[in-house]
């Protein structure tokens, strides 16, 4: 046998020597991992009790600037840089935001929200404990849990040794429930942490499944429709100088968005909202409003407003195109215009990113014995913060929060407490797996 040859079997042998010894110490990592996480449970659940007992409705600035300061603390044990930010500029309480620097490794930014859907007039604002592991309570699932899991899993991590090295922005926003204004200053912090990471992680959620996991989110922009007509003695309707009246042409209109779009797949576009007659005048609001009307007079006004949501840019954009079509395109005597709010959330599109990433995702829920974890259809994934990174990431998922529970919004939303060390090993192990890979 040659020397050359003797010297690449040698350098093999090295290699796989090498090898081996990596997945040895990975294996003991990840064990560690998963042990810290169980050690620190208890205490993860004591901070959710906590702070689901204080109140956060996104109009309760102290109280969601309070749940901020709580989550705070725990972050700056871990040697994270944190601030609270200042929302007044779009009329909110600010967001908690938490920086590490690492050496290697993918870019990550997890998300989560302070705030809850219960203001204070709300007569949910204290947990109760339906058997040992179901929590009711409010913003247990959206998502208080789910900004515990990413503290229980950066400790686990931290304890471990594995997160120094990590480069890792949190965010966790203070109106993802009800938007300051304007959403550009409101989004700004997360926008630009979408455009340093590489990687997204969210915590809400989603479906409530623990088999599941968000690869896309639909967008969410509101609409108003404001239909005019000549007014006129009812006798007078259909004549060439009176038309069809404002509700004739508001009923076409919302017809046919049904006919031309209904069909769209993962598309959606609900009127929420209509007032019509003689006069209409919504509030600002517009969750209500007055209207006068008589049977023997054409209606003069018509005002909708609605919500659309579409699974891609792509798909908004020519929704809205056909939408606007179909309002131009007027009964005699009619008009109308449709306005679109921009100041809404953007699709979280799928893509091939996300789908390696919920590979990866699939890959350490079966290796830690959690079972295989699929993507959820879209149609079961509201609008959320994480649409923000859209575009910017090379990867993201959300729905890593707690599960297992429902009522999301309502005063009988559960969670089930068993799935936040779980959730909070697959984000460590995930997290420690995408930086080996590097």
Not at 29 to 58: F, H, P, Q, Y
Not at 61 to 72: N, S
Not at 201 to 225: A, C, H, M, Y
């Amino acid at each position: 046998m040659n020397l050359r040859l003797k010297l690449k079997r040698i350098g093999l042998l090295v290699s796989l020597l090498i090898g081996t010894c990596s997945m040895a110490q990975s294996a003991k990592m990840e064990k560690s991992i998963v042990r810290l996480v169980d050690k620190n449970l208890d205490a993860s659940i004591e901070l959710l009790k906590k702070t689901v007992n204080i109140n956060s409705g996104s109009l309760n600035m102290e109280g969601v600037r309070k749940v901020g300061e709580l989550y705070r603390a725990e972050l700056d044990k871990l040697g994270f840089t944190t601030e609270l930010t200042s929302g007044e500029a779009y009329g909110r309480a600010g967001h908690l935001i938490a920086k590490k620097d690492g050496k290697k490794g993918p870019k990550f930014l997890l998300i989560g929200h302070l705030d809850t859907v219960f203001e204070l007039d709300s007569p949910f604002q204290e947990f109760t404990m339906l058997n040992d592991s179901i929590m009711k309570g409010p913003g247990v699932a959206d998502m208080k849990g789910g900004d515990v899991i990413i503290i229980l899993a950066m400790k686990a991590l931290k304890e471990a040794g594995a997160l120094d090295d990590m480069s890792v922005q949190i965010i966790m926003t203070g109106d993802e429930e009800k938007s300051g204004s304007p959403i550009e200053l409101s989004k700004r912090d997360l926008v630009e942490g979408a455009k340093w990471a590489d990687i997204a992680l969210g915590f809400e959620n989603g479906d409530n499944n623990p088999k599941t996991i968000v690869v896309s989110r639909r967008g969410s922009e509101d609409w108003q429709l404001t239909v005019t007509g000549q007014p006129a003695h009812s006798s007078q309707i259909f004549t060439e100088d009176i038309g069809t009246g404002a509700i004739y042409e508001a009923a076409r209109i919302l017809n046919e968005f049904y006919l031309q779009l209904a069909k769209e797949k993962d598309l959606t576009f609900n009127p929420g909202f209509i007032l019509g007659g003689t006069n209409a005048a919504p509030n600002e609001e517009l969750t209500g409003g007055t209207a006068f009307g008589k049977n023997n007079v054409v209606a003069q006004t018509v005002v909708v407003h609605g919500d659309l949501r579409a699974v891609s840019p792509e798909q908004l954009q020519k929704a809205k195109m056909v939408m606007k079509e179909i309002a131009a395109n007027n009964y005699p005597k009619t008009s109308a215009v449709l306005l679109f709010d921009n100041e809404g959330y953007p699709p979280l599109a799928k893509t091939d990113g996300n789908m390696r990433l919920l590979e990866h995702y699939n890959k350490v829920s079966n290796d830690l014995g959690f079972g295989a974890v699929e993507a959820v259809n879209p149609r079961n994934a509201g609008a959320a913060d994480i649409s923000f990174t859209s575009g910017y990431v090379e990867m993201a998922l959300d729905g890593l929060g707690l599960t297992g529970g429902s009522g999301d919004h309502t005063i009988e939303e559960t969670g089930n407490l068993n799935t936040v060390g779980v959730q909070a090993k697959i984000t460590a192990v995930l997290m420690y797996r995408m930086m080996q890979r590097q």
